[in-house]
Each structure stands twice: as structure tokens, then as C-alpha cells.
């Protein structure tokens, strides 16, 4: 039984010092700041209240805070760098009844109590059936429903159970796994969801005397992080349980099969219009043959004067439209100069591949002057430096620049750390 608490500081990254700061000074030094941002709170012993991020210099690994520290501070100790959020307030106590964050009451990052519990509880084993009470057939989850004492509960643990506890069921052991490589038996733990009185338990006098817990299996998500990264898996392994319950390779080996099959079926966006032919134009704007009239190539020679009806062929001048069809090339295969500007003496029909727009767009000349035939919009749709979609280059944009002071920045910034306030001096 792992009790659930959440302690001081419940969305504060505390980080250690690597030197010692003297009294009245504001400069602390870290292993790495990289990720620490101007305007962020900083507390510790020694630190004053309301100070924040003034300054980082990433070079030295260094940050310049707006207050002086009170007392001397050794290097190793923690200091914790956050945003300060009036949704996550700061505890100063440890106990079940904090929560974590106010806005959406949630407790994401729970902290579990080291010692263990034991208690007993009654359940009734069931089969997993099929649940026909629904809309089509589902298979019932592995939820249980357990009934403890209410007087051994609060007598064991010193209140009653809550939502998010966690239960280890020590004859739902799995000691013959698949997988001969996992060096520890597997662990079965429950999470409780839902805490009541049970009807059967009330007494002739009214009172209540019995618990009942509705126990669902514990998954490997951010809440019981503190559980599956800090429980060995066994009494003689040192593998966290949560290598061992987790399948995040298996997963990610599945996806990285199916985006590779994803590729192969659709390599870009939008309709491939390429195989598609386009009927040329004559120098006259008419259409033309594609493959001309060939009755008379008997009677030609090399210096033969006679014009072959193919012989004036123009490029198309459109392309065949569909949504996010356009892929740079030119239809038919003609060839396309790519350029950052027009050339000076071009001859009618040629195309020319403006690198300089964004997205490139594809023009092509009439005689008179360039009109534009399509925008370069298909794109790889994986996730990468060759998806050039607005989601991959704008929204998802996780590159880095340098401001006017040398501070590396990430591209991608919320509006609430953009534009945070800074002090005068």
C-alpha cells in the first residue's frame, strides 16, 4: 500500500548548484541552463521571496537573479526554478488534500510515501467477460472491487483510502511472463478510483464499518511516475518497475513500422498529378499533337526543308488542378530552371522555379510576360527537416536563435513568457 501525498513545491524542478555563492551576491551557477528563461521564480534557502530570473548566460552556465541571497550557498544545494502560476501554488505542508493544480484539479505529479502498508481485503474473482449490456460487444476491464474494514484502514495507514492510492495484489503475481528476459516476476498494482461506504457493511445501529474500493490496473503515465521510476522490480534486480511494465518500445517500434508502410503508400501530400499528360500548345495558342504527323518522314532528309506538324510545339501552359497538387515540376516532364530571379532573355514557354517564394511557386513564360502556373505545396508528411507543411514549420518549429544579448532562444514561444516583465535596473 503506498500512501499518496503531495509535498511542498509540487511543480517546482529543483536544481543543484555547482559553486558556492557568497552572501549579497545574485549570481548562481548550475551544470547546465539551457532550459531556464528570464522571469522564472527561483526559491531556496537563501533566496528571498519574489525573485526571479534576470539574466542567464549560457556560455558560463550562470543566472543573474533580481535579489541578493541572504546567506551563503554551498554548492549542491537545490534551487528550485519554476514558473510562478497562482493555478499551482506552493505548498509548505505534505498532505493528501493539496492539489496541485487548481485550474484543472489535477495532482500530475503525485509524490507516494516510501513505506508500505499491508491490509487485507475481500473481493470476488471474476472472468473477464463480454460486456453485452452496451452498444456492440466490449470486453469488461480488470477493474476490482474490494472491501476493506474502515477501523483496520484508518488504524494502518491513519485516514481512510482516497482516489490515487495505489494497491499491489500479491497473488495476481505473473511469475511465468512471455518474455524470458524480464528478470523479476511481474508486478500487479491497482489504482483506486472511487472510495464508498459498502451496504453490507452498516451495523444494526446505522453505523458504517466497512470500505468499499473500486480498483482499476495502474498504467505507466505521469502520476505514478514517482512509483515505477523509483520501485525496483524485484527483491535481487535493480530494473525500475517501470522498464518492466511499460511497452514504449514495443509501441514505438509498431509506429516507426507503420509510419516507414506510410511512406511508402503516400510519400507526399495532396494528389499526384504527375503521371497525368497535359495536351501542348501550338505557337498559334491551339493544341497540339503530341506526337505530330509522321506519314511523311520517309521523304525528309537532313537538309530537308519541309516543316513537321510537330515542329512548333509550345509547353502547356496550365496544369492539371487538385488540392495540394502542386509539386514544383513541370507538367509533362519539360524541363525547370530553379533561379531567385527571372532570366533576362527567356523564350516562350519555358518554366522557371522561384526558390525565393515561399512556398516556391512555378512560372512559366507566354511571350509577353511570367504567369504563374502553381505553388510548390507537396511535402513529406512525416515529421522532420523535409516537412515543409504550416504545422511542421510554423506551429511545430523547435529550432533555436540567438537575441541581441547572445542568448540562445527557443523559436516557439507561448505570449506569457515572450513578453514577461523585467526591472528596471
Known amino acids: 500500500m503506498l500512501h499518496k501525498y503531495l509535498g511542498p513545491l509540487a511543480q517546482a524542478n529543483a536544481y543543484p548548484t555547482t559553486n558556492s555563492t557568497s552572501i549579497n551576491s545574485r549570481t ?15 526559491g531556496g ?3 528571498q521571496a519574489n525573485t526571479v530570473i534576470f539574466s542567464t548566460n549560457v556560455t558560463a552556465n550562470t543566472v543573474t537573479i533580481t535579489s541578493n541571497v541572504t546567506s551563503t550557498i554551498s554548492s549542491g544545494m537545490p534551487i528550485s526554478i519554476y514558473w510562478k502560476d497562482a493555478t499551482q501554488p506552493n505548498y509548505t505542508n505534505e498532505s493528501a488534500l493539496n492539489i496541485q493544480d487548481l485550474l484543472f484539479l489535477e495532482n500530475r505529479d503525485r509524490k507516494y510515501d516510501t513505506s508500505v502498508y499491508v491490509m487485507r481485503g475481500v473481493y470476488t474473482v471474476s472472468d473477464n467477460d463480454w460486456d453485452l449490456s ?39 503475481k505473473d511469475y511465468y511472463p512471455l518474455n524470458a528476459d524480464i528478470p523479476a516476476v511481474l508486478k500487479r498494482f491497482y489504482v483506486v478510483q472511487d ?22 490496473p495502474m498504467v505507466n503515465a ?40 506510410a511512406e511508402i503508400d503516400v510519400p507526399t501530400s495532396g494528389y499526384d498529378t504527375g503521371p497525368l499528360y497535359v495536351e501542348p500548345l501550338r505557337a498559334d495558342g491551339g493544341p497540339g499533337d503530341p506526337i505530330g504527323t509522321r506519314t511523311d518522314n520517309t521523304l525528309l532528309s537532313t537538309d530537308s526543308t519541309v516543316t513537321l506538324t510537330d515542329s512548333g510545339l509550345v509547353t502547356p501552359n496550365a496544369t492539371i488542378p487538385a488540392y495540394l497538387g502542386g509539386d514544383g515540376l513541370a507538367p509533362d516532364g519539360w524541363p525547370v530552371t530553379a533561379s531567385t530571379s527571372f532570366p533576362t532573355q527567356p523564350i516562350t514557354g519555358a518554366y522557371v522555379l522561384r526558390t525565393d517564394y515561399v512556398p516556391n511557386r ?23 527537416p523535409n516537412n515543409q507543411t504550416q504545422r511542421s514549420i510554423f506551429v511545430n518549429d523547435t529550432s533555436t536563435f540567438t537575441d541581441v544579448e547572445g542568448k540562445t532562444q527557443p523559436t516557439r514561444q507561448s505570449l506569457s513568457k515572450a513578453l514577461t516583465p523585467r526591472a528596471d535596473n
Not at 480488470?142 to 482516489?163: E, Q
Not at 511571350?367 to 512525416?382: F, M, P, Q, S, Y
Request: aromatic share 10%; hydrophobic share 40%.
Open 28 to 42: 548562481l551557477t548550475f551544470a547546465n541552463v539551457a532550459n531556464f528563461e528570464v522571469g522564472q521564480t527561483v
Open 45 to 47: 534557502i537563501g533566496i
Open 134 to 172: 452496451q452498444f456492440g460487444l466490449l470486453l469488461s476491464t480488470d477493474t476490482i472491487v474490494m472491501t476493506f474494514h474502515l477501523n483496520d484502514c484508518v488504524a494502518m495507514i491513519g485516514r481512510k483510502l482516497l482516489s490515487g492510492d495505489v494497491v499491489e495484489l500479491q497473488h495476481k
Open 195 to 216: 472510495v464508498t461506504f459498502a451496504a453490507e457493511g452498516f451495523s444494526q445501529t446505522w453505523w458504517p464499518h466497512l470500505i468499499r474500493v473500486k480498483l482499476t
Open 222 to 261: 505521469q502520476e505514478y511516475k514517482d512509483i515505477l521510476n523509483n520501485v525496483s522490480s524485484g527483491d535481487e534486480a535493480n530494473t525500475p518497475l517501470g522498464e518492466i511494465m511499460t511497452n514504449f518500445s514495443k509501441l514505438n517500434e509498431i509506429n516507426d513500422a507503420i509510419i516507414r508502410q
Open 362 to 384: 512555378l512560372f512559366r513564360f507566354d511571350g509577353r510576360r511570367w504567369t504563374k502556373i502553381e505553388d510548390a505545396v507537396r511535402t513529406n508528411l512525416t515529421p522532420g
